[in-house]
Nanobody, 123 residues
Framework: QLQLVESGGGLVQPGGSLRLSCAGSGETFDYYAIGWFRQAPGKEREGVSYINSYDSSTYYADFVKGRFTISRDNAKNTVYLQMNSLKPEDTAVYYC????????????????WGRGTQVSVSS
């Protein structure tokens, strides 16, 4: 069974940057598409960015395009989310999740989840 652990969250001022990491273990990480999701208090979990297993193609939600970059290093079993130009509305718990099937964007379609890391953007 694949285990995922997120790290890299914290408190940052508006306009600042953070890099989140999602480390996988327990199964062959390369086989899985990885998605980053977030959930703010009182809101539903939403997809932020995804990276496929087959060709590392990526997808971004409109609200992060041009600001966030997802990448993967299969040698380190890790996926990264570089977050720049952060805004207060980016404040949320960020989760990474894995799917054995590429191209999925709904949280319900992901099989394994980490416990999340808090990102807070405030002055």
């Amino acid at each position: 069974q694949l285990q995922l652990v997120e790290s890299g969250g914290g408190l940052v001022q508006p306009g600042g940057s953070l890099r989140l990491s999602c480390a996988g273990s327990g199964e062959t990480f390369d086989y899985y598409a990885i998605g980053w999701f977030r959930q703010a208090p009182g809101k539903e979990r939403e997809g932020v960015s995804y990276i496929n297993s087959y060709d590392s193609s990526t997808y971004y939600a409109d609200f992060v395009k041009g600001r966030f970059t997802i990448s993967r290093d299969n040698a380190k079993n890790t996926v990264y989310l570089q977050m720049n130009s952060l805004k207060p509305e980016d404040t949320a718990v960020y989760y990474c999740a894995a799917s054995i099937v590429d191209g999925r964007h709904s949280p319900n379609e992901y099989d394994y989840w980490g416990r999340g890391t808090q990102v807070s953007v405030s002055s």
